[in-house]
């Protein structure tokens, strides 16, 4: 094989819409070689010359490579960048799990030959862990570990990812940072922290949520030449929520549009102390373009709130009863944001719930639902982890280990639409599932979720589904979140501070 022999190697392409497992990924595998024509190795050569490219694109400075190969079919890929390396005398030196003899007798299929390729290239230098020096190199290639990979690390291999990472040198990961799990994206023991993460086929869940975003860098993808077909019986786990769904589900309003016909939300919270997460949420309703809200709470907030935004319509509720009135004009329903746990909380919640309306449950509406489980079909579920563990019975550290797990629990359980915040989100409404990967480490600051479960109120009672208002909310505040860090920075950036932007994401 020549320097760049496929055509096709120097392009990356956009990433795709699609996310597929790590079992998914095998069978791309299979089915892209033979719709090819190809055999296995053929097409890891082609994975390798696509990393060669970026890796010239991207550095191209870089002449001292060290290349860190596992045993599996992602550790054949580095060999083939290396034998490309060392055809364009590069100074190329290898990391290996252990003894270059134990090593090359390990490997098997298309590893294997990868190995008898790269000796026909030149020689390498092969590398103890001990020995690495920052000075020696210019950029390091991960290879060792694939989409395989799932659960702890074994001793080994956490000294060679904290050996990489503490060289702090570029770093361009194959498919994914060695350490992180393809599906979940969770990172036991801690992965390579790359610089810029290739990946292959399809696109990996654990790249866009989890830990990811700690280890994955830039992140580029090529299908490696795959035809269209490969994909079509293959139904992916999620799909990738953008800014053009935004774009699908708000076209520009009618000319001779009223209030009446974008909708009326209740927003329902605020108990004593509290008055600010209902609030919140109020004004992201209005802001997300709902036609009329009324905030039902605590009297004591209902001149604070008219004094912040008189466009809202504030009433204060004694009790579950004194509310029924104004729930019943409701077109949505979000309750939660500030409801509290105790008795003015439990008969607001008991009244929603008895209502056919459509609702947003978010925050102790979701810990006291808790406490009585009960399908709710028309209704969208706003949880954390924490409060996902709360609704399943479940660990915290369970959902964040088994998100898609616990995505189907709370479907299973609870029905409706479910929204699991975190880096990133993910979204749920049998038989769909989607994950949304925008937003920045400044959004981790109180009242963000209630921000969030207004702008979702607010599109709903615009006429969007749930499933819509709920992938488009979360995207519109994720995008909202990174204008503001963009001019202000993400350290001390406020829930309030996602209000104008809002307004600019819904009209885009």
């Known amino acids: 094989m020549s320097e760049l022999q496929w055509a096709g190697a120097a392009r990356t392409q956009p990433l795709p819409s699609q996310l597929y497992s790590a079992a998914q990924h095998k069978e791309l595998d299979r089915r892209v070689a033979q719709s090819l024509a190809i055999s296995g190795f053929e097409l890891m050569q082609r994975a390798g010359e696509v990393a060669f490219a970026v890796l010239r694109q991207h550095w191209p400075h870089a002449r001292r490579l060290l290349l860190a190969c596992g045993q599996g079919n992602n550790g054949g890929d580095a060999l083939i960048v290396a034998g490309l390396?060392?055809?364009?005398?590069?100074?190329?030196?290898?990391?290996?799990?252990?003894?270059?003899?134990?090593?090359?007798?390990?490997?098997?299929?298309?590893?294997?030959?990868?190995?008898?390729?790269?000796?026909?290239?030149?020689?390498?230098?092969?590398?103890?862990?001990?020995?690495?020096?920052?000075?020696?190199?210019?950029?390091?290639?991960?290879?060792l570990l694939g989409v395989g990979f799932r659960g702890s690390l074994r001793t080994e291999w956490v000294e060679l990812v904290e050996a990489i990472n503490q060289l702090r040198l570029p770093v361009l990961a194959l498919d994914l940072p060695s350490g992180l799990e393809a599906d979940s994206g969770r990172a036991p023991a801690g992965a390579v922290k790359a610089t810029v993460t290739l990946t292959f086929l399809g696109l990996k869940p654990g790249l866009l949520s989890g830990q990811g975003a700690d280890y994955c860098g830039q992140i580029l993808f090529h299908e490696l030449g795959a035809p269209g077909q490969v994909y079509q019986s293959l139904q992916p786990v999620a799909e990738r929520?953008?800014?053009?769904?935004?774009?699908?589900?708000?076209?520009?309003?009618?000319?001779?549009?009223?209030?009446?016909?974008?909708?009326?939300?209740?927003?329902?919270?605020?108990?004593?102390?509290?008055?600010?997460?209902?609030?919140?949420?109020?004004?992201?309703?209005?802001?997300?373009?709902?036609?009329?809200?009324?905030?039902?709470?605590?009297?004591?907030?209902?001149?604070?709130?008219?004094?912040?935004?008189?466009?809202?319509?504030?009433?204060?509720?004694?009790?579950?009863?004194e509310a029924a009135p104004w729930l019943a004009q409701a077109d949505v329903i979000l309750i939660g944001p500030g409801l509290g746990q105790k008795a003015w909380g439990q008969q607001q919640l008991q009244q929603v719930l008895a209502l056919p309306t459509a609702k947003v449950l978010d925050a102790d509406a979701l810990n006291l639902l808790a406490q009585q489980p009960a399908a709710l079909s028309d209704s969208i579920l706003t949880p954390h982890p924490g409060e996902a563990a709360r609704l399943l019975g479940w660990s915290t550290a369970e959902v964040v280990q088994e998100p898609l797990a616990a995505l189907?629990?709370?479907?299973?359980?609870?029905?409706?639409?479910?929204?699991?915040?975190?880096?990133?989100?993910?979204?749920?409404?049998?038989?769909q599932r989607a994950l949304m990967h925008a937003g920045n480490p400044g959004m981790a600051v109180a009242g963000m979720g209630d921000v969030l479960a207004g702008i979702i109120a607010g599109l709903y009672a615009q006429g969007l589904s749930a499933w819509q208002a709920a992938c488009v909310g979360a995207q519109v505040h994720a995008e909202a979140a990174d204008r503001v860090a963009a001019r202000q920075g993400e350290r001390g950036l406020l829930a309030t501070d996602l209000l104008a932007e809002i307004q600019n994401g819904v009209n885009p």
Request: glycine residues 10%; charged residues 15%.
């Open 85 to 143: 390396a060392l055809q364009q005398g590069m100074e190329v030196r290898l990391l290996l799990p252990q003894s270059v003899h134990a090593y090359a007798s390990a490997l098997t299929g298309e590893a294997a030959q990868a190995w008898a390729w790269l000796q026909q290239q030149g020689v390498c230098q092969v590398v103890d862990v001990q020995q690495l020096q920052a000075s020696d190199y210019d950029l390091v290639v991960d290879g």
């Open 241 to 321: 929520v953008d800014s053009s769904w935004i774009q699908a589900a708000l076209p520009k309003r009618q000319r001779t549009a009223h209030k009446g016909l974008h909708g009326h939300v209740v927003v329902v919270g605020g108990d004593l102390g509290m008055g600010g997460a209902a609030l919140m949420a109020a004004q992201a309703s209005l802001r997300a373009g709902a036609g009329r809200v009324t905030l039902l709470t605590r009297q004591e907030h209902v001149a604070p709130a008219l004094m912040r935004q008189p466009e809202i319509m504030v009433q204060g509720v004694r009790n579950g009863l």
């Open 408 to 431: 189907a629990a709370l479907q299973q359980r609870y029905a409706g639409v479910t929204l699991l915040k975190g880096k990133g989100t993910w979204l749920a409404q049998q038989p």
